[in-house]
């Protein structure tokens, strides 16, 4: 995963700004708020955790917050990211999240965010 992000993002790593959107395991009745913490952290698997890549800095931003926050705010924090991490879990209720969010209508203006 390491080197095809390298290859998308067309730098290293430590020099990229991160989110992780883990928004989709709360739609999926085998994910917890456990399984969130594990795919974000690492801990309690025998993965590494999507936060242990060595990214610059690295968020989360959870998409059911995000009408309650004003856009302006937001939006900041995912046109400064160079790559936006979706967890996975179910893909219906992310994709409702997205739409709701606004993020769905944002994406097509990032062409550099991988």
Same mark, same amino acid.
């Given at each position: ?32 708020? $456990?399984?969130?913490? !594990? ?11 999507? +936060? &242990?890549?060595?990214?610059k800095s690295i968020g989360v931003l959870e998409l059911t917050a995000l009408p309650s926050?004003?856009? $302006?705010?937001?939006? !900041? ?11 996975? +879990? &179910? ?7 997205m739409q709701q969010s606004g993020l769905a209508d944002l994406l097509p203006s990032l062409?550099?965010?991988?």
């Open positions: 995963m390491r080197n095809a992000l390298i290859d998308a993002v067309g730098k290293p790593i430590e020099e990229c700004d991160a989110l992780i959107i883990p928004t989709a395991q709360w739609g999926h009745p085998l994910c917890s708020p $456990q399984s969130v913490w !594990r795919s974000t952290s690492g801990r309690g698997s025998d993965q590494r955790g999507l +936060g &242990e890549l060595g990214w926050i004003v856009e $302006q705010r937001w939006v !900041r924090w995912v046109r400064d990211a160079d790559v936006l991490l979706v967890d996975g +879990g &179910e893909a219906i209720y992310l994709c409702h999240w062409p550099d965010t991988v």
